[in-house]
């Protein structure tokens, strides 16, 4: 449960005098001052507690007298009581000092408060509610604490005062959680370390908390821990191992070890855990929890699957300070436990798999054994841990504690001398009395039959047959018969074959591995004697490395029949011999064809499952940063039944929520380069789609289905769009709308009624709302799956176990370490192995070994020594206090049970056995063969130690020691061992303590010698080495010593080595420190022997005289090469002498290079500069010599011929330019590029200077344009953009029309004016609009807030109003108390009649110095103006014909546009309603651009011929507007056109052919810079350059066909082919009156080069449709009220019909028709420029071709203006219909200006502007005049709109 801020419901009266309290925080009741009222002072502890918590125990001891007063206040209310513990919690754990704290814990420590007024609150707590009626639980924690710190604090006042509230409260919430109210684990735990504090001074015990580790039968006790008995100490009675003597029952056996094994992995966790989450005590320090690991801020991020259940990965915060990433955190197996923040929470997992790339991410799998609904509802991605990681590896417990339950007490194995240590032996029961063994092997060769034997009785020689020996025959086992074995080795091996319970406890280097194969092979080679089925025998280990070493020796003489369990072996030999590897091989032959079939059944079904959690889990992930396609939320869209408003929108999911990726940024679909699946079905498909909704997913993919009949849909398709996975702080707010936020609720959605008129923030409120409904859909099927996939993956278990079974019954040895045996436990079950060999049994634990054996077990042989290392428990109170370190091995020797003892060690020289015995081994022994190592080289003894007096450190992090000293100076050691000529794998470095490997390994990398092996001592086990170096570390004055404490360990240490061992430590003070007087003996022998001293002497061995003595590292330096001193002088190979010093590694200096410089000459006798030992290189001395070539001399090194050598000389030739070549002599002319600066004449007849090579290059011309365009402006583009002037690139100009919305517009000048990109000024009361002020508006559906005492409108905010103006006064007072001006219902002017009577009477409209006048305020500018004026200022003179602009009405005085006043809200909405008609008449309606889309599409891909097609579909696909599809016909169209062209150029000779594709190309590129948008004149100029190239093309094509026909052309022809040519090569413009005249000339020619197949006048017809002229004409209504508009001078010339209705449009003579409207003159008047009218030959909804007769639907073609010819009348006889709106100014008043002369006193305000008004102001023009004090209804206003309307911009 959580820890939320408490809501306190109504108290009683009666719980307290001074009532409830009233906030969260129990601030005091409200009343005086605190130094009237002491209890006042409450309210200034809460705030310093919120605000200021290290203020607070100053403001106490400040205020003591006050504190005192209200902790001695009679019947104190519980509120106040919590307030004052919560102060001192908080006062103690800000404290720097404890002893600050005392006095105000003297203070509350009185018996009125502690027994009264503190027993009170506690008998209250239940009252202490949330609204979910449990108790708060920050209530508590603050109790806890605070009773908590006073107990640490003053513990003497435990008996007298603290114990009857604490254990009040222990009792109070014993009672709650009876009656079910819950608390944390954390508070009970603290609750309960508090009464362990009270208890401690009494003489009886606590009673514990009941625990499942409790119950009587441990058979029910579960594996796992529990959330109890992790947070409290369950304190139950643990029974000791007992080292001697015999246990009670067999029950009790396995109870005690089941337990203390159980406790083992748990303590530590308990202690961590404890140490971890326990109050701070501020009055006496409490150590750090050594091995430890927590982990923050930890999540499940996602669920897997692994090959046997489901996982979960956590990921986690790493844990500073140390690596997250060692080797030896988060192992496979590994326990974890998960705390929620809240401590609510407790769940338990284990590590899965090999989870190294995940943790170097800081994220991990895990088994978590809980419920997989609740892991995936309540917690994935949503509750936060802390993870704890247990000190003990949990994986070698849980099996073998799983096997302890399964053993039946009954049926247990060796009960004799396992639990009643009863002797004598028995022999084996399954070898029976008779047989014979075959013991050949034991011979040296493996091979003799018989071995002579003397028989001492009779005194003469017999055989022995030992193919057929009798164990009971005590003459065999003797030397005599085995020469090569002891004494010890042959009774071992007599023992191990004539006992069901061997011991056989081998010292170091007595070859305990060695007995141990020699018994195996015995065994092997006779099983057949005893044993039909032949079972086979089973051999364990308890490392991976021991059972390598042993399965590797019982390969050599068993190849075949051997298993090894388990997947961790090093080992080649032994992994090809594994059971996954076995499995493989044999599984073929051993199953049939059903078994084949029913296997690959299951892994396939399993396969599936688990590929459908991947693609579920892949989907779960990405819902935190996706959004989701609207077909994917089509079954939430349908729950909700907004399915019909969706499908009307025809929405895009990103679009809807206005995500609009980057430019480099791709939807999912079109990364996957295909199409997203339709979000709704065609006409006549809506009844299946919704019933079905759930099936849409594509979610389920367990159907059969075939990957090559269609392809499975990826994860991403789901998503409109994904968030990049490493996303920048541009896309934080997205994310922040995905996670973060509330979600609409079912009413909020039963009010929508269209989803595309929500707000932004609504809409991701229903998205979020959608997404988790679709989420937990997907968890619900998540489960499903899980649970089924855990079934599947058990039954196929199952059959692995079948076919494994099926491998091991067919082997004869198995091996497996302790751990794999408790593991697999049931296949040794169904094996039944008769004998059980464990080696290493002195090192593991009892338990272990009773999981390794079954009940068929006849035959157990333990192997190993009690005298090294012991097994190693996790908590070091079971290991010595309850003797869980006491192995089986161990207590079965300590209970008198027979063992051998083998005698003969075979691996340490004497000098170094020595040390053995007798301080560890009474009676080992030396064999003769260890007396021949050599001495170490370089080194006086061969073993040595030195002491020192060097401190040791400490690491807090990994709670280890180390010691640099001592670290420094092995290091140094070790390379001078490698200098005397060993290798690293000879020597090895061993210590007892991990931090001191580390900091030796450190030091070993910075050093080059990173792969020097180094451990520590318990590591080594088992292992040895010519050369072992020791560091014993600990050196500390306390005299501390830690492991080397431990005799067992010292044991191993001494023994590793074979020929050399050295020791470095602080002996002298080891020795004061030790409990024991081995470490006393072990230096007396030392100093007797000469073994040890301050430094170590080394002995050079090329001068054995001379000697070094080291006392730390840096003494290794005076012999730097590992000799001594001395001048090696060796004479060498060269003849001369070695400068190193001594050094007895590389004495044939195979390896040395002689530094003396070389002596060899070249042939010019030039000296060698290299030294004697490199190489010699050619001579590089430079000398003259002469260039043959040229005859120059030359500087030219030694060794280079003449001949070969480059001339540097200048080159004096002449290139074909007459230009001087500025190469070398040497080098070629033809390479060298001519950079004089010349003058080039281009084709377009300017001259360019540029460099002399460059002139057969084609050349851009950069000659600036300077051509007048139809905008007025000079062309800024150069000759090459423009080609050669004939088409031109956009005006550069910036454009300065006033748009629609009374912006001006940013862009560059162009026809039309694209969407303004400011921010919408449009807004309400309720709210604003955030699109673009280019985009349509949202209408505002809240009610319209418009009212007064008489009115009130009751429309929505978007809809015109029903009320009427209200006229009468305003009511208020204004703050200078004088009435107000206004009118009511109206917001009050700042302005008074009496205080500013001056300024409200100046006259303006006229009416303003009457009495009765009435002002209103303009809110867009503050202007205050006269209100009858201004009504008629905004609606217009009712007598007034003209036509009205539609533009925002503006203030008369400053000309701001008035878009938010009430009074005048119907004007302004239908002023913005007639913008919002025509924007959507300029923009296309969604269906027209649908449709327009289509068409294009269907051109584009009719012919994939066109040129740079590519990228053309996706801007189709973008287009948001009609022009912009207009634009791309046109750019389809020269495509086609150019393609055409192309192909004619391929049937003209070469040179005809590069001349056109030159022209052709050139028009390609400047279309490619211009591509999507294009001007009139562009549109013009580019047909008619096509148009010229047709022409050209047709000549080119005659000419070539009459060649290629080798006809002869008359002169004439050809006279006029040429003056044909020269027309149209010319550079000008191609004009009508040039075509013309060729046109004449064409005919002729066809008269004289006649062809039936082509006529040279047809050229290439360019469809063109002429961009939308909205940029100026005039608005028009039908008389059904369609728009429509006419261009040019904008007034009408003929009369047509309605596109739309079929009405009469139009007029004659620039008069309109008496029932058409003049509705607007949107952006600019017509310009006096003459531009020619446009074609509408769309293929988006008009006719095709261009000189097509018009139409009622289009505008009649008009000849094209030539530069050369008069331009035609500005007035076009025709209407433009369906064209977007022209551009207009609009007239406003000029308040400077007299007022005008008319009959009316008031102004006109809407009559036309003068003729005479420019249409557009000039960037040179000057600003607009001041505003004048009256306004001029005839005056244009300063800024003029363009011709784009903009759309308006979102809600």
């Not at 791709?666 to 299946?688: F, V």
């Not at 090294?868 to 206090?881: G, I, M, N, S, V």
């Not at 070539?1189 to 030359?1194: A, R, S, V, Y």
């Not at 088409?1287 to 694209?1314: A, D, G, I, M, Y």
């Amino acid at each position: 449960m959580s820890g939320q801020k408490r809501r306190w419901p109504d108290w009683p009266e009666s719980a307290w005098g001074q009532g409830p309290p009233k906030a969260a925080r129990l601030s005091p009741e409200p009343g005086p001052s605190w130094r009237t009222d002491p209890c006042a002072i409450l309210a200034d502890l809460e705030k310093l507690c919120d605000h200021s918590p290290q203020r607070l125990l100053p403001f106490l001891l400040d205020h003591d007298y006050q504190l005192e007063q209200v902790v001695e206040s009679p019947g104190l209310s519980p509120a106040r009581v919590y307030t004052l513990l919560r102060a001192l919690k908080v006062a103690v754990e800000s404290a720097g000092e404890p002893e600050l704290v005392q006095p105000v814990l003297a203070l509350v420590l009185r018996p009125a408060f502690m027994l009264r007024s503190l027993l009170g609150f506690i008998a209250e707590l239940q009252n202490f509610q949330h609204q979910d009626g449990q108790i708060s639980q920050e209530v508590m924690e603050d109790t806890v604490a605070a009773l908590h710190h006073l107990l640490t604090a003053s513990p003497e006042q435990t008996k007298t005062l603290l114990c009857y509230p604490v254990d009040l409260l222990f009792a109070t919430v014993q009672r709650l959680q009876s009656h079910g109210f819950q608390f944390t684990w954390i508070i009970q735990k603290r609750l309960h370390d508090t009464k362990i504090l009270v208890d401690s001074t009494f003489p009886r015990c606590s009673v514990p908390l009941t625990s499942p580790a409790w119950q009587e039968d441990f058979h029910m006790i579960p594996i796992f821990p529990t959330p109890e008995e992790i947070f409290v100490d369950p304190g139950q009675k643990l029974k000791r191992n007992l080292p001697v003597g015999k246990y009670a029952s067999d029950v009790a056996y396995l109870d005690t070890h089941f337990r203390l094994l159980r406790e083992d992995f748990v303590r530590p966790l308990r202690t961590g855990i404890s140490a971890h989450f326990s109050l701070q005590n501020v009055f006496g320090g409490a150590g750090k929890q050594r091995g430890l690991r927590v982990y923050r801020n930890v999540q499940l991020a996602k669920v897997g699957t692994s090959p046997v259940s489901a996982m979960y990965m956590a990921r986690f915060q790493a844990p500073q300070g140390s690596s997250h990433t060692s080797s030896k955190r988060l192992l496979s197996g590994s326990l974890t436990c998960l705390i929620s923040s809240d401590c609510g929470q407790v769940l338990f997992g284990t590590v899965v798999g090999g989870n190294r790339p995940e943790l170097l991410k800081g994220a991990v799998w895990l088994d978590i054994k809980a419920n997989h609904s609740d892991l995936l509802m309540r917690h994935l991605g949503k509750t936060n841990f802390i993870m704890v990681e247990s000190p003990a590896f949990f994986e070698s417990y849980r099996h073998v504690l799983e096997g302890l339950q399964e053993l039946d007490p009954t049926q247990m194995p060796f009960q004799n001398y396992v639990v009643q240590c009863r002797t004598p032996v028995a022999p084996p029961a399954h070898f029976g009395e008779d047989v014979t063994f075959d013991l050949s092997v034991l011979h040296p060769t493996g091979r003799a039959d018989k071995e002579p034997m003397r028989d001492t009785s009779e005194g003469h020689v017999t055989a022995v047959d030992l193919t057929a020996v009798r164990l009971g025959d005590s003459y065999i086992w003797s030397p005599a018969t085995f020469p090569h074995l002891d004494e010890s080795q042959i009774l071992a091996i007599r023992m191990a074959l004539t006992r069901e319970f061997v011991l056989i406890q081998g010292p170091p280097g007595t070859g305990k591995t060695f007995i141990g194969l020699q018994i195996v092979e015995i065994l092997l080679r006779n099983q057949s004697q005893w044993w039909k089925d032949q079972r086979p025998f089973l051999v364990v280990c308890y490392t991976n490395h021991a059972l390598d070493q042993f399965m590797e020796g019982i390969l050599q003489f068993q190849p075949s029949g051997v298993v090894r369990i388990g997947g961790r072996s090093r080992s080649d030999k032994v992994a090809a011999c594994s059971l996954r590897n076995l499995r493989q091989k044999q599984l073929p032959a051993l199953l049939g064809a059903a078994e084949k079939h029913q296997y690959g059944w299951m892994r396939k079904a399993l396969q599936k499952q688990k590929e459908s959690i991947t693609y579920r889990t892949a989907v779960l992930e990405l819902l935190r940063r996706g959004i989701l396609t609207d077909a994917e939320l089509a079954a939430e869209i349908h729950d909700d039944k907004l399915e019909c408003s969706w499908r009307a929108g025809r929405f895009d999911m990103c679009d809807w929520l206005k995500i609009y990726p980057m430019a480099q940024e791709k939807k999912p679909c079109q990364a996957q380069g295909r199409g997203r699946k339709a979000a709704y079905p065609l006409p006549g498909m809506e009844e299946e789609l919704w019933p079905c909704h759930r099936d849409e997913r594509a979610l389920d993919d367990e159907d059969d289905w075939d990957p090559s009949e269609r392809r499975r849909s990826t994860v991403e398709e789901k998503f409109a769009y994904i968030l990049p996975a490493e996303s920048s702080s541009s896309h934080q707010g997205m994310r922040t709308c995905l996670e973060e936020g509330d979600i609409m609720t079912d009413e909020d959605v039963a009010n929508v009624r269209d989803v595309g008129e929500l707000r932004l923030r609504d809409r991701w409120r229903l998205y979020r709302r959608w997404m988790l409904a679709y989420e937990r859909q997907l968890k619900e099927t998540l489960v499903e799956k899980l649970e089924e996939y855990e079934k599947k993956a058990a039954q196929l278990a199952e059959l692995t176990f079948q076919e494994d079974l099926w491998v091991l019954k067919r082997s004869q040895v198995i091996g497996m370490t302790t751990t794999g045996a408790a593991k697999y436990r049931k296949l040794l079950q169904k094996i039944q192995p008769h004998t059980v060999i464990v080696e290493e049994a002195a090192e593991i634990l009892e338990a272990h070994v009773l999981t390794c054996l079954t009940p068929a077990c006849k035959h157990l042989i333990l192997i190993g020594d009690h005298q090294q290392l012991r097994p190693k428990p996790a908590d070091y109170t079971l290991e010595k206090k309850y003797f869980l370190g006491i192995s089986l091995f161990e207590r079965m020797i300590n209970n008198q049970i027979p063992y051998v003892q083998l005698l003969y060690q075979h691996r340490m020289r004497p000098e170094i056995s020595q040390l053995l015995v007798p301080l560890f081994y009474k009676q080992l022994k030396d064999h003769e063969a260890v007396a021949e190592y050599e001495q170490i080289k370089g080194v006086e003894s061969s073993i040595f130690f030195i002491q020192h007096t060097a401190a040791e450190s400490h690491s807090a992090d990994s709670e280890s020691y180390s010691n640099k000293f001592e670290a420094s100076f092995l290091v140094s050691l070790s390379r001078y061992l490698l200098e005397q000529g060993y290798n690293k794998s000879q020597v090895t470095i061993l210590t007892p303590y991990h931090g001191q490997v580390l900091k030796i390994r450190a030091l070993l990398r910075s050093r080059d010698m990173g792969d020097m092996a180094v451990h520590a001592v318990d590591d080594f086990q088992g292992e040895e080495n010519d050369i072992v170096l020791l560091s014993l570390v600990r050196s500390n004055r306390e005299g501390r010593i830690g492991f080397l404490q431990d005799k067992n360990r010292l044991c191993v240490a001494f023994s590793r080595a074979r020929k050399g061992f050295y020791c470095i430590g602080n002996l002298a003070s080891i020795a004061a420190g030790s409990n024991s007087n081995l470490w006393k003996d072990i230096l007396r022998l030392l100093k007797r022997k000469k073994l040890m001293g301050e430094g170590l002497t080394l002995v050079c061995q090329n001068h054995p005289d001379t000697k070094t003595v080291v006392n730390e590292s840096s003494d290794f330096s005076k012999i730097p090469d590992g000799g001594c001193t001395l001048q090696c002088q060796a004479r060498l190979e060269c003849g001369h002498p070695c400068t190193r010093r001594c050094h007895p590694s590389d004495r044939d200096h195979s390896l040395y290079f002689c530094q003396f410089p070389c002596s060899k000459l070249c042939e010019l006798n030039h000296r060698c500069p290299r030294k004697c030992k490199e190489p010699c290189e050619p001579c590089s001395v430079e000398v003259e010599k002469v260039i043959p070539k040229c005859g120059h001399l030359q500087t030219v090194p030694c060794h280079m011929p003449a001949d070969h050598w480059l001339c540097q000389e200048p080159c004096k030739q002449l290139l074909e330019c007459k230009h001087p070549c500025t190469r070398r002599c040497g080098e070629a002319c033809s390479t060298c590029r001519c950079k004089e600066m010349i003058d080039v004449i281009l084709p377009c007849s300017h001259v360019m200077r540029t460099e002399c090579y460059k002139q057969k290059m084609p050349l851009s011309c950069l000659e600036t344009c300077k051509q007048k365009l139809e905008c007025g402006h000079h062309c800024k583009g150069n000759c090459y953009e423009c080609v050669q002037g004939r088409l031109h690139v956009h005006c550069r100009n910036k454009c300065t029309r006033v748009l629609l919305c009374s912006h001006q517009c940013q862009e560059s000048c162009f026809e039309n004016c694209p969407p303004c990109k400011r921010k919408c000024p449009n807004k309400c009361r309720h709210s604003h609009c955030d699109k673009p002020c280019g985009e349509i508006c949202f209408p505002c559906i809240q009610p319209c807030s418009w009212k007064c005492r008489h009115y009130r409108c009751t429309q929505l905010c978007s809809e015109r109003c029903n009320r009427p103006r209200c006229n009468e006064p305003c009511q208020k007072s204004l703050k200078c108390s004088h009435p107000c001006a206004g009118l009511c219902g109206e917001p009050c002017p700042p302005k008074c009649r009496t205080c500013h009577r001056d300024e409200l009477a100046e006259i303006f409209f006229g009416d303003e110095d009457e009495p009765e006048a009435r002002f209103v305020v303009l809110e867009d500018c503050r202007h205050v103006l006269e209100v009858r004026g201004l009504d008629r200022w905004m609606d217009g003179e009712p007598d007034n014909a003209q036509a009205q602009h539609v533009q925002l009405k503006v203030c008369p005085k400053c000309a701001t546009p008035i878009q938010h006043n009430t009074r005048y809200n119907n004007v302004i909405k239908a002023i913005q309603q007639k913008i919002k008609e025509i924007k959507l008449k300029i923009q296309g309606t969604r269906e027209e651009l649908e449709a327009g889309k289509q068409q294009l599409l269907l051109q584009l891909n009719s012919d994939r011929d066109l040129v740079a097609w590519m990228g053309m579909e996706r801007s189709i696909m973008n287009t948001v507007s009609r022009q912009s599809l207009l634009d791309l016909e046109n750019t389809l169209n020269f495509f086609a056109s150019l393609s055409r062209l192309k192909q004619q150029a391929r049937k003209c000779t070469v040179a005809r052919e590069r001349n056109l594709k030159r022209k052709i190309e050139a028009v390609e590129h400047w279309i490619g810079r211009n591509r999507h948008s294009f001007t009139a004149q562009q549109l013009r100029e580019c047909r008619n350059e096509i148009k010229r190239i047709s022409y050209l093309g047709n000549i080119f094509e005659r000419l070539s066909g009459y060649e290629n026909k080798q006809a002869s052309l008359p002169t004439e022809a050809v006279a006029l082919a040429n003056e044909a040519i020269g027309i149209l090569q010319r550079q000008d413009a191609f004009t009508q009156s040039r075509e013309e005249s060729l046109q004449r000339v064409l005919e002729k020619i066809d008269e004289w080069l006649p062809a039936a197949e082509l006529q040279l006048s047809e050229a290439e017809r360019v469809m063109i449709t002429e961009a939308m002229q909205f940029g100026r004409g005039h608005w028009y209504r039908c008389p059904q009220g369609h728009l429509y508009t006419i261009g040019e001078c904008g007034r009408p010339m003929q009369q047509s019909s309605c596109p739309e209705c079929g009405a009469t449009i139009g007029g004659q003579n620039h008069a309109l028709t008496q029932d058409n409207v003049a509705d607007d003159q949107i952006l600019e008047s017509a310009s006096a420029q003459e531009r020619e009218p446009r074609l509408q030959d769309s293929i988006l909804a008009l006719p095709r071709s261009c000189d097509q007769p018009w139409s009622l639907t289009c505008c009649p073609p008009s000849p094209h203006p030539q530069p050369d010819s008069p331009p035609p009348c500005q007035c076009s006889p025709h209407p433009q219909l369906d064209s977007p709106p022209p551009a207009s100014p609009r007239p406003y008043p000029q308040p400077n200006s007299p007022p005008p002369a008319s009959p009316s006193p008031h102004p006109q305000p809407d009559s036309p502007p003068p003729a005479s008004l420019s249409p557009h102001p000039q960037p040179d023009s000057p600003p607009p005049a001041s505003p004048r004090p009256h306004p001029q209804p005839d005056s244009p206003p300063p800024r003029l709109p363009s011709s784009h309307p903009q759309p308006d911009s979102p809600i």
